[in-house]
């Protein structure tokens, strides 16, 4: 098998190389056609639809039981060793602190007879997309629920593919209960996307779909786009490392990995203007992938990453930027300047000693993060995300009596005299 120094290609921009480019969205027009496939079906069939799909495509029969029954939720206690329920709770009280901090507030101003503001209010029903089938994601639960829960949405369910037996792993279930979801179903793929946009006998519709999935879930969640609100279109995770020579080639070597066994897409990239540090590195991830359990899923990965050699900072942080990178791990002398040189990027890691699990599992973020590039206008997952904000306006006859000229003026410039009309019969009495 190549090692990494085969998989993980020198891109020397010192030299002309061009810089890497952002991953793009392209999706074969199979799983486009195969989602809006499934999303019709689920429409015009409802829960008949999702017993099928979930039957073709996991192998389960989930007839009569598409929800997860309280029983099995409560019972998840029992079956979640103690240390893991106690890290889910933690990070679980973690989260909520984030996101507390994040909802806007409604206010309200009077000036000149005119009373103006907004109020908020949380959407009326979440739903959370949690991968599952070969793996177990409890983390990915909380990342979805909670920002809700503390939004004040109303209902919070949550969808995962079931597990060959038919289950849903012990942990996610507790998950679900710790952030007091209102239901978890145990259906995934475009089908489970289908359910939460436009409703099944067993599965209520929601306002608004998050969470990460594969590419059968995304182009569904792009398909019911409008119908519902998304968090946005997820691909591929991404880390960009950059570094100087404060840098420990092996932790540096160990976060490569970490990303990398993600999945055979993921992106990852080194980036720095130290030319010794790229083959100490190399030599490092040598070692780290010979004891990796998910190794051929690292090495396939590191085909899509590279080792960027820049002439500086500053070129580091137009790298940083083009990439736009979904995670963004600074490992410099001094990491918060180099941080205040780019703006593109969806969560930061500062120093020696913040690799990105820590945001993976709660500290201090959210994991659902913006990728290919789109952390150029896109933001991670946030409370805010999940309430609305809408504008208040009431004048008083004095209000209108002050404004009500100008805005006259400005609706007839544009031809809109019935516009203008609205305002000078309440002028005129």
């Known amino acids: 098998m190549a090692g990494a120094g085969d998989r993980l290609r020198l891109v020397d921009a010192r030299r002309g190389d061009p810089l890497p480019s952002p991953a793009s969205l392209a999706f074969e027009p199979e799983v486009l056609e195969g989602a809006r496939a499934i999303l019709e079906r689920v429409r015009a069939e409802g829960d008949r639809a999702l017993v099928e799909l979930t039957q073709r495509y996991d192998g389960v029969d989930v007839s009569g039981r598409i929800r997860v029954s309280d ?9 979640v060793p103690e240390d893991l ?23 309200e101003e009077e ?15 979440v739903g959370g997309y949690v991968p599952g089938g070969r793996a177990s994601y409890p983390s990915t639960v909380l990342m979805t629920a909670i920002p809700a829960r503390v939004a004040g949405v109303e209902r919070v369910v949550v969808c995962s593919p079931p597990a060959a037996d038919g289950s849903v792993p012990a942990s996610v279930r507790y998950a679900a209960g710790v952030a007091r979801v209102d239901a978890l179903y145990r259906i995934g793929g475009a089908q489970a996307i289908a359910a939460l946009a436009f409703g099944t006998e067993s599965v209520p519709p929601v306002s608004k779909i998050v969470g990460p999935g594969n590419v059968w ?24 490392v950059v570094a100087d020579r404060t840098a420990n080639p092996r932790h540096l070597a160990a976060d490569l990995v970490a990303q990398a066994e993600h999945d055979p897409l993921a992106r990852a990239f080194l980036v720095t203007w130290e030319e010794d540090l790229a083959p100490a590195v190399l030599a490092e991830l040598e070692t780290e992938l010979a004891e990796a359990p998910r190794a051929e899923v690292a090495l396939a990965a590191l085909e899509h990453g590279a080792l960027v050699l820049v002439e500086g900072e500053q070129r580091a942080a137009e790298a940083v930027d083009r990439l736009a990178p979904e995670h963004l791990q600074v490992v410099t002398e001094d990491p918060r300047a180099f941080l205040a040189r780019v703006r593109s990027f969806g969560a930061a890691f500062l120093g020696p000693f913040t690799p990105v699990t820590l945001g993976d599992y709660g500290v201090g973020s959210n994991h659902v993060l913006p990728t290919m590039g789109t952390a150029r206008f896109a933001s991670g997952l946030r409370a805010a995300d999940l309430v609305t904000v809408s504008y208040v306006l009431e004048a008083a006859r004095e209000g209108i009596e002050r ?3 100008e805005v006259e003026a400005i609706a007839k410039a544009e031809g809109f005299f019935g516009h203008a009309r609205a305002s000078e019969i309440r002028r005129s009495g």
Do not use: C, N
């Open 111 to 125: 000036a000149h007879g005119v009373r103006f503001g907004e109020v908020v209010h949380p959407v009326a029903a």
């Open 217 to 240: 879930v995304t182009a569904a969640k792009r398909e019911v786009t409008g119908i519902v609100g998304i968090d946005g279109l997820a691909g591929p995770t991404e880390l960009v």
């Open 85 to 107: 329920r106690r890290a889910i709770e933690r990070m679980a009280d973690r989260l909520r602190r984030v996101h507390e901090r994040q909802i806007p507030r409604s206010w």
């Open 71 to 79: 029983e099995e939720i409560a019972a998840a206690e029992r079956e």
């Open 403 to 405: 404004v009500g000229s």
